[in-house]
């Protein structure tokens, strides 16, 4: 209470009083609104919960890494190889089939044509000329799927033996390696390297496929059980002219 009376004596002492006050009233707010202004710049920075569609604007040095390790592990995956089975050459025509057009990377000597290619699609064909001077072929096994064997499509395979084809397969069968079709009228080729120096020629014979004995290399001669005339019938096509130069017997009786 004095201190009171006092204060309102001396009007100096009331000035000071006043302005400490008004200091001390001055420092607060200063406090307050520095305090205020830190807990919203924490909240402002405070960072994003990891939810799945907020996107990330600014990379870190570990988000760089991070990259850089993906982009690196996805430059070393081993590319996928699609070259076909056993690396054969495949057409694809659309229509859910297909047709073999070369011996591209494979290295079989005892092929197995496979029924479908690496895409799904049905192998309904060998091509033209498709295994031209493969000279390391020893064998050949057609699928039942196959219903077209191109001209020429062995021609050049100096080493081959045997050309075997499924029982299943309704349009060409296999006889003593030979390709046949399914009927035996028509004989559509012989290896190069069959064995053997003499071929017995089926009376059911009516023609025989353009380039289907060229080159045989042990064949010296050809035996019919049928006439001359029977065998003068039979067409022979282009690429056969070996026939000229061998023994040609007809009226041929096997010895029992």
């Known amino acids: 209470m004095e201190l009171l009376e006092t204060i309102k004596r001396d009007p100096r002492k009331k000035r000071i009083i006043v302005g400490i006050l ?61 070259s ?37 699609d049905i192998v309904i064909k060998i091509n033209d000329g498709a295994f031209e001077n493969c000279t390391e072929l020893l064998s050949i096994t057609i699928p039942s799927t196959v219903k077209t064997v191109g001209t020429g499509a062995f021609r050049g395979c100096s080493s081959l033996v045997a050309i075997n084809v499924d029982t299943e397969n309704s349009v060409y069968c296999s006889v003593g390696g030979v390709l046949l079709s399914k009927d035996k009228t028509v004989l559509v080729c012989m290896p190069m390297n069959r064995p053997g120096s003499s071929y017995l020629l089926s009376t059911d014979t009516k023609a025989v496929a353009a380039y289907a004995f060229e080159g045989v290399i042990n064949l010296k001669s050809i035996l019919y059980q049928g006439s001359i005339a029977d065998f003068q019938k039979i067409d022979f096509l282009m690429g056969n002219d070996i026939l000229d130069t061998i023994q040609i017997t007809c009226n041929y009786v096997s010895a029992k």
Request: hydrophobic share 30%; net charge negative.
């Open 84 to 120: 076909g089975i056993n690396g054969l050459e495949y057409v694809s025509k659309e229509d859910g089939t297909c047709y073999i057009d070369g011996i591209g990377s494979c290295k079989d000597t005892e092929l197995k044509i496979p029924a479908y290619s690496p895409y799904g």
């Open 22 to 82: 008004i200091l001390l009233i001055a420092t607060v707010a200063i406090v307050a609104f520095t305090f205020a202004n830190k807990s919203d710049n924490g909240a402002k920075t405070e960072p994003p919960d990891n939810d799945t569609n907020s996107l990330s604007v600014f990379k870190t040095a570990d988000d760089e890494e991070s990259s850089k390790s993906s982009s690196n592990s996805l430059d070393t995956v081993e590319p996928i190889d699609l």
